[in-house]
């Protein structure tokens, strides 16, 4: 049964008419808050190895404009790598910017986000996360010819901003 939109698969859910659903990570910390232990997450091995998001840059922009470029990812790696050392330090943002969020699941959410998730990676990530993403589109049908990621892909960026800030040993 496909039942479209989060927020209708929640009701679903929550009133019973369904047993198991996909939703969001902050979806489930809302459910979990609101009925503690009701609802439990379903481990689905190396899921959250793919990724849905990254950075892309027109090319001509990025010509002419590389150093900003360099800059702006040194300057987001900080950013990470700040959230890492203190995550707390995103609470107050959390609550400014999504102010229907409860505010007694933020702190769970950006834990979540850190560790199940793995987000806000402190050296930016690598293609391995792209090559996952493409190997799972692929073999579930929903890319219909593999990508070689090696050719979507230009690091030059991020190995400029890496020499600036430096590398974190043991971390992606």
């Known amino acids: ?14 009133n019973n008419q369904i047993d198991a659903t996909l939703v969001q990570l902050g ?12 609802f439990r997450v379903i481990r689905t091995g190396n899921l959250f190895n793919i990724s849905g998001a990254s950075f892309w840059a027109n090319v ?15 300057e987001l ?10 995550p707390k330090i995103l609470e107050p943002l959390v609550a400014k910017h999504l102010p229907d969020m409860p505010k007694n699941i933020i702190a769970p959410a950006i834990k979540a986000y850190l560790e199940i998730v793995r987000a ?5 990530g690598d293609t391995s996360i792209l090559d996952d993403t493409v190997k799972f589109f692929t073999e579930n049908g929903e890319l219909k010819t593999a990508v ?19 590398k974190i040993s043991g971390t992606r």
């Open 1 to 14: 049964m496909v039942i479209p939109g989060g927020e209708n698969r929640i009701v679903a859910i929550q």
């Open 27 to 38: 979806d489930w910390l809302n459910l979990d808050s609101k009925a503690p232990g009701r």
């Open 60 to 74: 001509d922009w990025l010509r002419k404009n590389e150093e900003v470029a360099i800059a702006y990812t040194a």
């Open 77 to 86: 790696l900080k950013s990470f790598r700040m959230v890492h050392a203190n």
């Open 120 to 124: 806000w990676p402190q050296n930016g």
């Open 148 to 166: 070689n990621t090696k050719e979507l892909v230009d690091s030059r960026i991020l190995n400029a901003a890496l020499a600036k800030v430096g």
